[in-house]
Nanobody
Framework: QVQLVESGGGLVQAGGSLRLSCTASGRIFSINTMGWSRQAPGKRRELVATITSDHSPNVVDSMKDRFTISRDNAKNTVYLQMNSLKPEDTGVYYC?????????WGQGTQVTVSS
């Protein structure tokens, strides 16, 4: 069974930085795409970034200048470095992986950016 555990969320002032981590565990071999999404209060979940197994990143245009996605295949871990955070970045951040034709999701980690 695949499990994803996120960490690194918290409360930060506007302009600050956070680094989210997500580690996949279970009987896993060679994860395909890994990614991050977020859901702000009262809004739909939206994609933030994805990264392929060969480390090709794709960050949503509106966040490309502030967010960076990376991964460590040996650790089955994906990271999201978030800089210059804004109050509108507040929300629950979820990691996901595409493995053996299925998407798996973590429980989410809260990010709160104060003004």
């Amino acid at each position: 069974q695949v499990q994803l555990v996120e960490s690194g969320g918290g409360l930060v002032q506007a302009g600050g930085s956070l680094r989210l981590s997500c580690t996949a565990s279970g009987r896993i071999f060679s994860i395909n795409t890994m990614g991050w999404s977020r859901q702000a209060p009262g809004k739909r979940r939206e994609l933030v970034a994805t990264i392929t197994s060969d480390h090709s990143p794709n960050v949503v245009d509106s966040m490309k200048d502030r967010f960076t996605i990376s991964r460590d295949n040996a650790k089955n871990t994906v990271y999201l470095q978030m800089n210059s955070l804004k109050p509108e970045d507040t929300g629950v951040y979820y990691c996901s992986i595409f493995y053996r034709q299925m998407w798996y999701w973590g429980q989410g980690t809260q990010v709160t950016v104060s003004s």
